[in-house]
C-alpha cells in the first residue's frame, strides 16, 4: 500500500471576492417599442431573465433573432392586470 501525499491547503482571510463582470441589462430603461441587441453567447441567459420578468411583473418582453450572431429584447405592450 502506497501512501498518498497529501497536498497542503492555505486559507487565505481578508481577500475580497473578485467580480465576475456580471451585465447589466437594461430592462428598466426600455419603453414599449424599444429595444436592446447582445450577441448569441448570451441568449440563453437573456431568454431566462425574461422568460422570469414576463411571469412575475406587468410589463413583457420578447427575444428575437435578428441576424446570424445578434438578438434583440423588444419591450411589448404590458399585460393588463
Known amino acids: 500500500m502506497t501512501k498518498k501525499k497529501i497536498e497542503v491547503v492555505h486559507i487565505n482571510t481578508g481577500s475580497p471576492?473578485?467580480?465576475?463582470?456580471?451585465?447589466?441589462?437594461?430592462?428598466?430603461?426600455?419603453?414599449v417599442g424599444n429595444n436592446f441587441t447582445f450577441?448569441?453567447?448570451k441568449?440563453?441567459?437573456v431568454r431566462t431573465i425574461v422568460s422570469?420578468?414576463?411571469?412575475?411583473?406587468?410589463?413583457?418582453y420578447i427575444v428575437r433573432k435578428i441576424?446570424?450572431?445578434?438578438?434583440g429584447v423588444w419591450r411589448v405592450e404590458d399585460r393588463k392586470e
Open 52 to 60: 422570469r420578468l414576463n411571469k412575475e411583473g406587468t410589463r413583457q
Open 17 to 31: 471576492v473578485p467580480d465576475v463582470g456580471n451585465v447589466k441589462w437594461p430592462f428598466d430603461s426600455l419603453g
Open 39 to 41: 450577441g448569441y453567447r
Open 67 to 71: 441576424d446570424e450572431d445578434t438578438y
Open 43 to 45: 441568449v440563453t441567459s
